[in-house]
């Protein structure tokens, strides 16, 4: 149970929270026990955060501002382990380096700040910029679906992330709607290529590419000439050896 200074304190920080909220954070004391926060940090811009939407809890001593919170992540976000206690300066790991004046708001933007760079710690991971954006992507979905606390706290956020889900999910079927209509007019080379248009040897303006078009427009005539003349002389030798044949079965029939 919260002692009457840690209840005055608390309730002074969230009016403060609420009337000049930091930039990406939004948090809120749980209705039924001031001691438990919950807040959202959204994934700045130029992050592999960005649009993320994080959220986690922050656990005060009975005697808080004297002691620091615990400071938990609850979302997957390739950072923090989840729901694992994390160490920092700032958190319940160093009472020894706990500084009475600093707030909820203090300690926030702290956690956002470590959260946004490289330095590592317990409760820490290690994860690719490209997992750390798959995340990112996914998490409005898994609070909505998988964070039962989430959804307990924050029922006017689940409310709006249901609207972004389904805007989302129609925006990913058009884009998949527009990409089969491309692929199914891409072009067949093969059949394109027979629809050029033939150029005569006029409109070839480089002489070197006229020369070669005149080459192999000869070599082509050539070629007719030589297989029309050998045709034509496989006609004539079926017509000789036929009319030979006649002849023969012609005497036959004189004797």
């Known amino acids: 149970m919260a002692t009457k200074q840690a209840l005055k304190r608390l309730t002074k920080e969230y009016k403060l ?16 026990n001031i001691l438990e926060w919950h807040y959202i940090i959204t994934g700045p811009p130029d992050t592999p955060y960005k649009d993320g939407q994080y959220h986690g809890t922050l656990t005060f001593p009975s005697d808080y501002p004297y002691k620091p919170p615990a400071i938990r992540m609850i ?10 206690r994390l ?19 203090t300690i926030l933007n702290g956690l956002l700040s470590f959260m946004t760079g490289d ?13 750390k954006r798959l995340l990112a ?18 029922p006017d956020i689940v409310e709006k992330n249901w609207a972004e889900i389904e805007m989302r999910h129609k ?10 209509k491309h692929s ?7 059949m394109e290529a027979s629809k050029e248009k033939v150029i005569s040897l006029e409109q070839i303006i480089d002489p070197e590419d006229r020369i070669r078009a005149e080459q192999a427009l000869l070599d082509m005539e050539n070629e007719e000439k030589r297989r029309i003349h050998t045709d034509g002389h496989k006609g004539t030798s079926v017509y000789y050896i036929g009319f030979a044949i006649c002849l023969f079965v012609l005497g036959l029939f004189m004797k």
């Open 17 to 32: 929270m609420v009337e000049n909220p930091p930039p990406y954070i939004l948090a809120r004391p749980n209705e039924d």
């Open 75 to 84: 979302t997957p976000n390739g950072r923090f382990k989840e729901n694992t």
């Open 87 to 105: 160490c920092l300066s700032m958190s319940d790991y160093h009472p020894d380096l706990w500084n009475p004046g600093w707030s909820v708001n």
């Open 119 to 131: 330095d590592s710690t317990t409760g820490s991971i290690v994860t690719t910029d490209s997992q």
């Open 137 to 154: 992507k996914n998490s409005v979905e898994f609070n909505n679906r998988q964070n039962l606390r989430f959804k307990l706290i924050f």
């Open 171 to 180: 925006q990913e079927v058009a884009d998949e709607l527009v990409h089969g």
């Open 184 to 190: 199914s007019k891409s072009a067949d080379p093969i």
